[in-house]
């Protein structure tokens, strides 16, 4: 027995000092990071800073990829053909990680075989855009109006299923509402077609409508957060302006890697990130979006995207949203 006990100690200490070993000489070749987002993004823009970071402490190349459009999928088949030691890796929101499993009656990826979340890299939250001129001066003044015209407000999104359009069928839900949505092929459309008064309002965090918000082509009447945000003091939280209280409307998005990933390697790689964001540019494109640091531990994560995903099953179930 004790020299099992000796032989099994022995083993537990190989098995530490190689992955250390491995944690320590990774990465060995360019490192590839696949993001859904276009070119230009607030969400791409923040994944390029960090790459160049990481860059410059690893001593090897890592390159952003961007594989828009198909909700994401064609960003994830990319990412699923790739490398599966850490040196592929995807930038993801809570879209994909908490509301598509229930959006799709079958996925072209599963959340718990495909993916190891290792850290969030911001939340932001979503504002109430209207046109400058627009009769609504609050939120209450829409849910009155609404409720006075049922059916003849619209909103709109980019598609089905994302946080907009998502927390907009939350919001007829909890204010008795009902109205049209409206679906644009991207973001500067949609908030364009706020400007000019094709839509009622829409939905936004200020990397998409900050455009239109600094040209003063919109106006923000409210934020769906818990409390002011940080940069637009004078914008109200929704239950200040008038609408259902504590309603909040956020998203986020992570880095993760394959799924079986070497622990010591995840470990590098999220606690490099980690430093990176901790760094003042950084922190200053997160100021000029609107971004909020989202500092949670990689266990801690894990439980977050399944009390999301819990979220999100109800409100779809109340919105009748499904997409196949």
């Known amino acids: 027995m004790h020299t099992f006990i000796k032989s099994l100690i022995a083993a537990v200490v190989s098995t530490l000092v190689i992955a250390n070993a491995v944690a320590q000489t990774f990465p060995t070749k360019p490192v590839r990071i696949i993001t859904p987002f276009p070119v230009g993004s607030g969400p791409e823009g923040v994944v390029r800073l960090i790459a160049d970071k990481l860059s410059r402490s690893w001593g090897q190349p890592v390159v952003v990829e961007n594989r828009p459009g198909g909700n994401g999928f064609i960003a994830i088949d990319a990412f699923k053909r790739g490398a599966n030691d850490g040196h592929d890796l995807i930038q993801l929101d809570n879209v994909h990680l908490s509301a598509y499993p229930h959006l799709f009656k079958k996925l072209p990826y599963d959340t718990q075989k495909d993916f190891e979340p290792l850290l969030p890299l911001f939340k932001t939250y979503f504002f109430f855009a209207v046109a400058t001129d627009s009769k609504y001066k609050t939120v209450g003044d829409i849910i009155a109006d609404a409720k006075a015209n049922p059916g003849k407000l619209n909103y709109g999104s980019w598609s089905v299923g994302n946080p907009v359009h998502l927390g907009s069928a939350l919001f ?33 965090t200020n990397a998409t409508a900050g455009a239109m918000f600094r040209a003063g082509k919109v106006r923000y009447v409210g934020v769906a957060a818990p409390k002011r945000v940080a940069g637009f003091p004078n914008v109200p939280t929704v239950g200040e302006a008038g609408g259902p209280a504590n309603f909040e409307v956020s998203g986020w998005t992570a880095i993760a890697a394959p799924k079986g990933v070497p ?3 995840a470990d590098k790689i999220q606690r490099d990130i980690e430093k990176a964001l901790a760094e ?6 997160f100021a000029s979006f609107a971004y909020e640091p989202f500092p ?11 009390t999301e995903s819990a979220r999100y099953a109800e409100i779809i179930k109340k919105a009748k949203a499904s997409l196949d």
Do not use: C, W
């Not at 949670?296 to 399944?306: D, K, S």
């Open 172 to 204: 007829e839900t909890v204010t008795g509402t009902e109205m049209q949505h409206v679906i644009y092929k991207e973001t500067t459309m949609l908030y364009t077609g706020v400007a000019n008064g094709e839509l009622s309002f829409a939905m936004g």
């Open 296 to 306: 949670l531990g990689r266990e801690q994560f894990g439980q977050y995207i399944v």
């Open 280 to 285: 003042p540019d950084v922190k200053e494109k």
């Open 263 to 265: 622990k010591a390697v």
